[in-house]
């Protein structure tokens, strides 16, 4: 059995079984160094060669498909494009669509009913009220925050929104006969200022009170004069 140089006897031929050393004749290991990190560390010749895997390629840089920018995430900068699911953005919700403002308009008519109940109450011009042969139906957008009802006057030189001074004129009806405001939630309020013969609404007999506003909506009827009704109508959506 060999002797090392020590003088114990190893069943090893290469080291020693007892000190570890070299035994006489045995060939001498070879050993690079392979740098991990900031530590070097002995590696056998050959050895580091072949467990090092190769150096993996730089990925070429990638671009959305949708414009064109380089990729810097999941999600395209530029565009929103989604590199996980090949997904354009979807655009934003436009919410639905605006509403058309309302359309208030005053359809005036020579009301034979309101000129028969007229008649009835027998008051001094009564006799001389006659109901007028062609009076066609008109429609006036009410626009603004106050729509004046009365009959033009020359000498003041004012002619109101409603104006029932017109042919076939209504002689009952005073130049300031009556006010529409509007109101901030929608529709109106009637306000009588002091005409001379009133003012009644939806077939009423009792004209409403002076100066106080009274609410009217959709459908609702205004009559002055001895023939006149006027009625509210509202339109929603495009003309």
Request: proline share 12%; glycine share 12%.
């Given at each position: 059995?060999?002797?090392?140089a020590?003088?114990?006897v190893?069943?090893a031929d290469?080291?020693c079984d007892?000190c570890g050393?070299?035994?006489?004749?045995?060939?001498?290991?070879?050993f690079t160094?392979v740098?991990?990190?900031?530590v070097?560390?002995?590696?056998?010749?050959?050895?580091?060669a072949?467990?090092r895997?190769?150096p993996?390629?730089?990925?070429?840089s990638?671009?959305?498909?949708d414009?064109?920018?380089?990729?810097?995430?999941?999600?395209?900068?530029?565009?929103?494009?989604d590199?996980?699911?090949?997904?354009a953005?979807?655009g934003?919700d436009?919410?639905?669509?605006?509403q058309a403002?309302?359309?208030?308009?005053a359809?005036?008519?020579?009301?034979?009913d309101?000129?028969?109940s007229?008649?009835?109450?027998e008051?001094?011009?009564?006799a001389?009220?006659?109901?007028?042969?062609?009076?066609?139906e008109r429609?006036?957008?009410l626009?603004?925050?106050?729509i004046?009802?009365?009959?033009?006057?020359?000498?003041?030189a004012?002619?109101?929104?409603?104006d029932?001074?017109?042919?076939?004129?209504?002689?009952?009806?005073?130049?300031?006969h009556?006010?529409?405001?509007?109101?901030?939630?929608?529709?109106?309020l009637?306000?009588d200022?002091?005409?001379?013969?009133g003012t009644?609404?939806?077939?009423?007999?009792?004209?409403?009170a002076?100066?106080?506003?009274v609410?009217?909506?959709d459908?609702?009827?205004?009559?002055?004069?001895?023939w006149?009704?006027?009625?509210?109508?509202?339109?929603?959506?495009?003309?």
């Amino acid at each position: 059995m060999p002797v090392c140089a020590n003088g114990h006897v190893s069943a090893a031929d290469d080291y020693c079984d007892v000190c570890g050393d070299l035994m006489e004749g045995a060939p001498r290991a070879e050993f690079t160094m392979v740098e991990h990190g900031a530590v070097s560390v002995a590696d056998p010749a050959g050895a580091g060669a072949a467990s090092r895997p190769a150096p993996e390629e730089a990925p070429e840089s990638e671009e959305c498909p949708d414009c064109g920018t380089p990729r810097s995430g999941r999600f395209c900068e530029n565009c929103g494009y989604d590199f996980a699911t090949g997904t354009a953005q979807a655009g934003e919700d436009p919410g639905p669509a605006p509403q058309a403002p309302a359309r208030w308009h005053a359809v005036i008519t020579a009301d034979r009913d309101y000129y028969a109940s007229v008649i009835a109450q027998e008051g001094p011009d009564s006799a001389s009220l006659e109901f007028p042969p062609y009076c066609p139906e008109r429609r006036v957008p009410l626009l603004g925050e106050q729509i004046r009802i009365g009959r033009r006057s020359a000498s003041r030189a004012t002619v109101p929104e409603i104006d029932l001074g017109g042919p076939p004129e209504d002689p009952g009806v005073s130049h300031l006969h009556a006010v529409l405001l509007a109101r901030p939630e929608g529709g109106w309020l009637l306000v009588d200022p002091g005409s001379t013969n009133g003012t009644t609404v939806n077939g009423g007999a009792d004209p409403i009170a002076v100066n106080t506003p009274v609410p009217l909506g959709d459908g609702d009827r205004v009559h002055v004069g001895a023939w006149t009704t006027i009625t509210l109508s509202l339109q929603e959506g495009p003309p």
